[in-house]
Every structure is written in C-alpha cells, then in structure tokens.
C-alpha cells in the first residue's frame, strides 16, 4: 500500500514528538523519583543524628543515676513513632551487642537483631541507609546510626521510614504527566494536520496535477494561494501546461500537416496512374461525341454511344471519388476493414504502374478476413508499404501481398524482390524524414506513419531486408483493440 506524503508528514512527525515526550516523561519520571527518594533519606539522615543526640543524653542521664533507666527513653520512642509527619516503621535503640533496650513494639523489647546494616554502621561509625523491602512488598528505607560520643559506644539507633507516601506521589505524578503528554500529542496532531494542509498539499496536489496532465486531456491546472514558495511553484506549474497545451496543438497541426504533405507526395507518385485511368475513359467519351455529331440521328446508334459515355463518365467519377476518399480525413469511421475489399482498392492506384514497371503482383488473402483497423488506416499502411516496393523494383520484380490469421492476431506480409535495404540503414526506415526516394517523390514520413499507424492499433511491424534480394515487411494486428 502506497503512503501519501501529506501521511507520512504527520505519522513521521507524530511517532518523533510521541517519542520525545516519551522520552522527556521518563527522565521527568526518574528524575522526580530520585528527587522524592533523596528528599526522604536526608530527612532520615536528620532525623538519626537529631534523635541520637538526644537518646545519647538519656543515656548518659540513666548512667549518672539522674532519671530513671529506660523510662524517657520509651516515651520519646513511642512519641516519636506516632508523629504522623514522620511516617515511621518502627524505632528501636540497641545496646553494644544489639539487644532492644527500647522499641516502638513493645514486643520487641530484649531480642537481639543480627542485622548486617547494624554491624556495617558499627564499623563505619556513620549514619547507614539501606532500601528494603517488606513482607507486604512495600518498599522502605532503614537508617542505622551509631550512639557514641568521644568514642564511647552507647548502643545503635535502628529505624525505618516508609516510602508508600512517595510511591503514591510518583504515581500521581506519572498520571498527570500521561494526561498532559495526551493534550500535549492531541494538540500536535492537530498543528501537524494543518502544518501539512498548508505545506505539503500543495505537493501533493501538484503531483497528482502532474500524474493526470496528458496531452489530449484538457487544460489541468491547479488554484494558486499565497505567495510564498509553494504559490509560485504552483504558478510555473500552471504555466508549463498551458506551454506544453499550446505546444501540443501546435504539434498536432504540424502532424496533420505533414501527413497531407506524404498523402500528396505518394499521390504525385501515382499520378501517372490516375492520369492513365482518366486519360482512357475521357479519349473514349471525346470518339463518342465525335460520332454521335456524324450519325447523332439514328436513335439505336445514339442510344449505344449515350450509355458508353454514362460508363466512362461513371468510370471518371469513381477515379476522383477514390482520390479524395485516399487524401481526405475520416471522421467517426468504423475500426474495422476487410482486407481483400480495401487491398482491391488500392490496387486501383497501383495498377499501371505495376504494369509499366513489370511488376507481377501476386496475393494470397484469407477469404473474408477482417483486421480491426479503420479502412482508410489500412489503405495507408497497405499504400506506404507497397509504393515503398515498387520504386525498389525499376527493372521489374514481384511482389505480392500476404495475409492471414495467426492465432489472436492478424499478420500482413509485403514481399518484394527489389534492391534491398543495407545494413546499416534497416535500424532507420522507420525515422521521421529518413528518405532514399529521388526527389519529388517522397517526404520520409512514408515509413514513419506506417510505423505510428501499427502503434496506434497495438500492433508490431518489422522488416527483414538483404541487398539485391528484396525486402520483406511483417505487420501484426490483435484482433480487437
């Protein structure tokens, strides 16, 4: 399936702003994820050193025998875990060998953690965070901090904040950023489908002008809006058609006109045959009118010579007729010709010089064979081709005429046995104006509207030639076009 530009604008433009704002989402996604998680270890971090502080003076209270032995420390433990702001897991203060001395759980109270976070802090003596996850698969963040002062060890801090809350934030940010990259695509498919409305429409427009402009279509130009560079290409658009419209017709005349200029030069060609047919019946009529002057009075007599004279002026109006039907145009004429009716015709031009130059004419045509080209097409092809013949034949020859069905087509063969064509000159028999006729005998475009006349009904010619041998001309029509 072929895709139009205008489509391949906006689905190329769509998929690079689709995957820059995919792109953009992710960092923006990651970035607000990382800022989030950032946001809560540092106030973790905070938290540790602001309470160890303050459990580091507990303890050192309990040990002076100042306050009571793990009572404030309790109630600032389960004060701290029910600060909602917080959002804390549990709290828990760890002697030196990592026994609970105080918890948020009551019931953690004298068990002994062996967590490998709490040794790592011990050794690193810093604040140590860690990402954990829980049974309920939520996601944490423990914080282990040393209780020491001067290089007394007291015991360990040990926490956990939750991160449910910054999860749920991440999700509702990724939420709106979905909504808002589906305005975002929204409103560039739409700025896309205008922005190809007005830039590349017009391409396309003009190409599919292109596409349909042909040289017997009318005029086919395309409105112009604008004036910027797509306006003024349209504008040489339009005026290269009505160039190459203008340039057709004149073409078109210039075509007709030579055709008539090749119809008038074989007809000089023909001219002593038609003076011949002419000539005859004409001498015939003027002995008529002779005699009828001396012997006019016998009514049997004058009726004999009236009717030879009706014969020769009929004779004379067929020759004439023929001669303007050959050098006329035919207009809304049937595309289809009997061979033998149109070849006999023909033969009318032909005759005498057949017999002038000797020529045996020899023809050989299947009984009703019909060839769907237009009558007076076919006589050109058949006159072209066989005036070609005999002027190749001045010392004499033969030639004959051949034509039969060959599976779906119908094949003409003109064979004559005149001087041949070289070589070297058989590629350019079909040229326009190549000629080797003396002058006053041809234009060069016998051959050459023989050639377009084939084209016209979708058949093939060729010729096959061998000097001092003769020539053979092959034409192939389909039987319906």
């Not at 701290?80 to 060998?97: G, K, P």
């Not at 596409?211 to 349209?234: A, C, F, Y």
Request: hydrophobic share 45%; net charge negative.
């Amino acid at each position: 399936m072929t895709i139009s530009l205008q489509k391949k604008f906006i689905l190329v433009s769509f998929l690079s702003v689709f995957a820059l704002i995919t792109v953009i989402s992710f960092l923006a996604v990651g970035k607000t994820r990382s800022a989030l998680y950032n946001a809560t270890e540092q106030q973790g971090r905070m938290l540790a050193q602001t309470v160890s502080a303050l459990i580091i003076n507990e303890l050192i209270y309990e040990k002076l025998g100042l306050v009571e032995e793990g009572g404030l420390i309790d109630n600032y433990m389960r004060d701290l875990y029910q600060r909602s702001e917080l959002d804390l897991n549990f709290v828990a203060v760890l002697d030196d060998s990592f026994q609970v001395i105080s918890h948020s759980d009551f019931r953690e109270f004298g068990k002994h953690y062996e967590n490998p976070l709490l040794r790592e802090a011990q050794d690193a003596d810093i604040v140590l965070v860690r990402k954990a996850t829980a049974t309920s698969g939520a996601h944490d963040l423990e914080f282990a901090a040393p209780l020491s002062i001067e290089g007394k060890r007291w015991g360990m801090l040990l926490f956990s904040l939750s991160l449910d809350a910054v999860e749920r934030e991440i999700v509702s940010i990724i939420y709106e950023i979905v909504i808002i990259s589906m305005l975002a695509l929204f409103f560039f498919f739409v700025l896309m489908y205008f922005l190809s409305q007005r830039f590349i429409k017009p391409v396309i427009d003009l190409s599919q002008a292109m596409e349909e402009v042909e040289v017997e279509m009318s005029e086919k130009t395309i409105p112009v809006k604008g004036n910027d560079e797509l306006s003024r290409l349209t504008e040489s658009f339009n005026d290269m058609v009505r160039r190459i419209r203008s340039a057709n017709e004149e073409m078109k005349l210039a075509h007709e006109k030579l055709l008539q200029s090749e119809k008038l030069a074989t007809l000089g060609v023909l001219s002593s045959s038609i003076a011949h047919r002419i000539n005859n019946p004409l001498g015939g009529l003027f002995n008529c009118v002779e005699l009828l002057r001396k012997q006019g009075d016998d009514t049997e007599f004058r009726q004999s010579y009236l009717e030879l004279i009706g014969e020769g002026l009929e004779s004379i109006k067929q020759t004439v007729s023929q001669l303007l039907w050959t050098a006329g145009r035919r207009e809304g004429e049937e595309k289809l010709s009997n061979v033998s009716v149109v070849l006999a015709s023909v033969l009318r031009f032909l005759d005498y010089r057949l017999k002038k130059q000797e020529i045996t004419f020899h023809q050989s045509i299947e009984t009703e064979l019909l060839v769907a080209v237009a009558p007076h097409d076919l006589e050109e092809i058949l006159l072209n081709t066989m005036v070609n013949a005999i002027q190749a034949m001045e010392g004499g020859g033969r030639l004959s005429v051949t034509a039969e069905q060959v599976e779906t087509e119908v094949q003409l063969i003109i064979d004559d046995t005149g001087i041949g064509i070289p070589d070297d000159k058989i590629g350019q028999i079909f040229d326009l104006f190549y000629s080797t006729k003396k002058a006053g005998e041809g234009t060069g475009l016998g051959m050459w509207m023989t050639y377009e006349l084939v084209k016209k009904y979708k058949g093939d010619i060729s010729v096959s030639s061998q000097e001092k041998v003769g020539t053979k001309i092959v034409i192939s029509i389909p039987e319906g076009i």
